[in-house]
């Protein structure tokens, strides 16, 4: 299901900040060598991640699924001169291909790539988190969300993706692994009274979870 007009979407990225020439060499070099290119974040979504992180200022980010590079390096532009972004990867093969454009900006010494499994990375890190990005395994999220929670920062923002699911969770029945487990997760989100959200329908759907 097309769930934004591509019209409206080439017209919103024309009058969206342009991507810098890193976030460009990622999008090229994704779409021309990773066979799930349409996984990455895209132009929108990342000038919404980077002014976000930019408000906010944030001392710690933490990302669950790093794919090529591109949301990290959006997310830390916010970072203060002496912050961090933990990204964790369970894949080598992307977590090294987001490694090689992470050597090459400006935040290279700021971003901690980790690779492996996040149920079993996301305990073992002290930091009090001001901002997560949840973008990984589906079936994972709620998961995800209850290992974070605990460690973000009142009024810190949880931003999850994929929320609507390619438009499969607004199907009267709704089928298919992933597309229950992102239900299932808007679901818990809603009636979790920690939190109050906002969903957008940025490309595939953004949920912003602030934390009371």
Not at 18 to 38: G, K, R, V, W, Y
Not at 112 to 130: C, F, M, S, V, Y
Not at 170 to 194: M, P, Q, T, W, Y
Request: proline share 3%; aromatic share 8%; glycine share 6%.
């Amino acid at each position: 299901m097309e769930l934004v007009n591509p019209l409206a979407e080439v017209y919103a990225t024309n009058f969206s900040t342009c991507e810098d020439e890193l976030l460009q060499s990622i999008a090229q070099f994704t779409e021309q060598n990773h066979p799930h290119a349409h996984m990455l974040s895209g132009a929108v979504q990342g000038s919404f991640l980077s002014m976000l992180s930019q408000l906010l200022q944030p001392m710690y980010i933490v990302e669950v699924g790093s794919f090529t590079g591109y949301s990290a390096l959006c997310l830390a532009k916010g970072l203060q001169p002496s912050g961090k972004l933990y990204t964790i990867e369970l894949r080598e093969k992307d977590a090294a291909t987001a490694q090689n454009f992470f050597n090459k900006s400006l935040y290279r010494h700021q971003i901690i790539q980790l690779i492996g499994n996040a149920k079993e990375i996301l305990p073992t890190l002290p930091q009090t988190w001001d901002i997560a990005f949840i973008d990984a395994d589906k079936t994972g999220y709620i998961e995800y969300y209850e290992l974070i929670l605990p460690k973000l920062k009142t009024n810190g923002i949880i931003v999850a993706d994929n929320v609507l699911f390619h438009g499969q969770v607004l199907e009267l029945s709704i089928n298919g692994k992933n597309a229950k487990a992102i239900n299932e997760f808007n679901l818990h989100v809603k009636n979790d009274c920690r939190v109050e959200q906002v969903m957008l329908t940025i490309r595939d759907g953004l949920m912003v979870i602030r934390k009371k």
